[in-house]
């Protein structure tokens, strides 16, 4: 999936063991 979509969406992005993750994200 992608971020890029029409949705607008808050989302935390952090550090993870796997790379950058989005985290709590919710659409607004």
């Known amino acids: 999936k992608t ?3 029409d949705q607008r969406v808050s ?3 952090r550090e993870g063991p796997k790379g ?3 985290i709590h ?3 607004l």
């Open 20 to 22: 950058l993750q989005a």
């Open 11 to 13: 989302f935390e992005v």
């Open 3 to 5: 971020l890029h979509q």
């Open 25 to 27: 994200v919710k659409p």
